[in-house]
C-alpha cells in the first residue's frame, strides 16, 4: 500500500527541552510542525505553583505522581473538524503515559474547547473558591491516564 502524500502526518513525541516542570515535554505535531504540547511536573504542588504564578486556576484533587499540563493545541484553519485534532491529542497522551504521567489538566477557554475536551476524555474540576471569582471564563479539565 502506498502512503497518500497529500495526508497529513499526525503524532507526537517527547524530549527533555521543556521550559516549565521537570524539562520533559510531549509535543504534538501536524504534517512535521509544532501544533500543541504537554508540560510534565514532578507533583500537583508543583503545577499549581505555577498555574499561580502564570495566573491561571489552580487545580484539586490532583492525584499523586507526575502531572502535564496541556497548554492547548492549535491547528490551522484548513485541518480543523477533520479528527485531526482528536489523533494528536490521542498521540500526545500515550506519549505523556509512556513518560509516567498519571493525570494531564487542562484550562478550556471556550464552550466549544470544553466540547473538545470532553469528547477527549476530560471532565471539568472544581476551582478553589478564591480562582473562580477571577477566572469565570475558564473550566478547569483532568484527565487520569
Do not use: C
Given at each position: 500500500?502506498?502512503?497518500?502524500?497529500?495526508?497529513?502526518?499526525?503524532g507526537?513525541?517527547?524530549?527533555?527541552?521543556?521550559?516549565?516542570g521537570?524539562g520533559e515535554?510531549?509535543?504534538?505535531?501536524l504534517?512535521?510542525?509544532?501544533?500543541g504540547s504537554?508540560n510534565?511536573?514532578?507533583?500537583g504542588?508543583?503545577?499549581?505553583?505555577?498555574?499561580?504564578?502564570e495566573?491561571?486556576?489552580?487545580?484539586?484533587?490532583?492525584?499523586?505522581?507526575?502531572?502535564?499540563?496541556l497548554?492547548?493545541?492549535?491547528?490551522?484553519e484548513?485541518?480543523?473538524?477533520?479528527?485531526?485534532?482528536?489523533a494528536i491529542?490521542?498521540?500526545?497522551?500515550?506519549?505523556?503515559?509512556?513518560?509516567?504521567?498519571?493525570?494531564?489538566?487542562?484550562?478550556?477557554?471556550?464552550?466549544a474547547?470544553?466540547r473538545?475536551?470532553?469528547?477527549?476524555?476530560?471532565?471539568?474540576?472544581d476551582?478553589?473558591?478564591?480562582?473562580?471569582?477571577?477566572?469565570?471564563?475558564?473550566?478547569?479539565m483532568?484527565?487520569?491516564?
Amino acid at each position: 500500500m502506498r502512503r497518500n502524500p497529500d495526508a497529513p502526518t499526525l503524532g507526537a513525541y517527547s524530549h527533555d527541552e521543556g521550559e516549565h516542570g521537570t524539562g520533559e515535554q510531549v509535543v504534538g505535531v501536524l504534517n512535521d510542525e509544532p501544533v500543541g504540547s504537554i508540560n510534565v511536573y514532578a507533583t500537583g504542588a508543583e503545577l499549581n505553583r505555577t498555574l499561580m504564578a502564570e495566573e491561571y486556576a489552580r487545580l484539586r484533587g490532583l492525584p499523586r505522581g507526575k502531572v502535564g499540563w496541556l497548554g492547548g493545541i492549535e491547528l490551522p484553519e484548513s485541518s480543523r473538524n477533520k479528527g485531526h485534532g482528536a489523533a494528536i491529542v490521542a498521540a500526545m497522551l500515550r506519549e505523556a503515559k509512556a513518560l509516567g504521567v498519571k493525570t494531564v489538566v487542562l484550562h478550556a477557554d471556550s464552550r466549544a474547547s470544553e466540547r473538545f475536551w470532553t469528547r477527549m476524555g476530560f471532565t471539568g474540576q472544581d476551582m478553589l473558591p478564591e480562582d473562580s471569582r477571577r477566572h469565570l471564563w475558564m473550566t478547569p479539565m483532568m484527565r487520569r491516564l
